[in-house]
């Protein structure tokens, strides 16, 4: 007997094949190869410590894959980049943040060498604001960071409309919109869910601190988006 010959005739008998695509698991019975069902008390965890920032999230999702993939984002921020204008990053009075970069010596025989001491310059001077670096949320009193989700698609509408992604909160409830106020050191959620039995592309982009605020600062309008 050709014991090659003779998987394959089963094979076209049964339908199937040895492949190992995730798409392909239930019709070639070859589950082995499938991992453990993912689920919010299963996510696999993404740990972010500085701000802001910007995660892409694109693969597929359904079609005897998983049908539901979530992601915990686990907030331990311990950088704020730098921003001058602790919030938004923009121009303040005609004031643009300063960006720092790597310092240089001697770049020009006629300018003197800048020398920065963060412990000298603490108190405001003559309506000058001392530059703030490091991490900015140790002076804020109760400090929330921004999420903002958004759902980039994939540019097929009759693909888009059946993939939903939406945040969660850390007791795992699902969340009603696609932005919140959080604590730097909370975490929360992501799902992506396929609403057809069909293999769903994904083109997903979390941004986490373009704005951080103290609770108290934060304006009446925002508030519905606050998480606790």
Do not use: C
């Amino acid at each position: 007997m050709n014991v090659t010959q003779e998987i394959l005739t089963k094979t076209e008998l049964y339908g199937g094949t040895p492949s190992s695509r995730p798409e392909y698991y239930s019709t070639s019975k070859n589950l082995d190869y499938a991992i453990g069902s993912n689920s919010l008390t299963r996510a696999r965890s993404e740990r972010v410590t500085a701000i802001p920032q910007d995660l892409y999230y694109r693969d597929t999702v359904g079609l005897q894959g998983a049908e539901n993939i979530f992601v915990k984002i686990d907030l331990k921020i311990q950088n704020t980049l730098g921003r001058a204008t602790a919030g938004t990053g923009s121009a303040v009075n005609t004031y643009e943040p300063v960006a720092v970069a790597v310092f240089e010596e001697d770049p020009d025989p006629a300018w003197d060498d800048v020398i920065i001491d963060f412990q000298l310059d603490l108190n405001t001077f003559n309506e000058y604001e001392p530059a703030r670096f490091g991490n900015q949320l140790d002076t804020l009193p109760q400090a929330l960071v921004s999420v903002e989700l958004e759902n980039l698609k994939t540019g097929n509408k009759y693909v888009d409309a059946w993939l939903d992604v939406r945040l969660y909160t850390k007791d795992r409830k699902e969340y009603a919109y696609d932005k919140m106020y959080i604590s730097p050191d909370s975490y929360f959620y992501i799902g992506f869910h396929a609403r057809n039995t069909r293999r769903l592309p994904y083109n997903i982009q979390l941004t986490i601190g373009s704005q951080y605020v103290a609770e108290y600062d934060l304006p009446e309008a925002e508030r519905r988006y606050l998480v606790k």
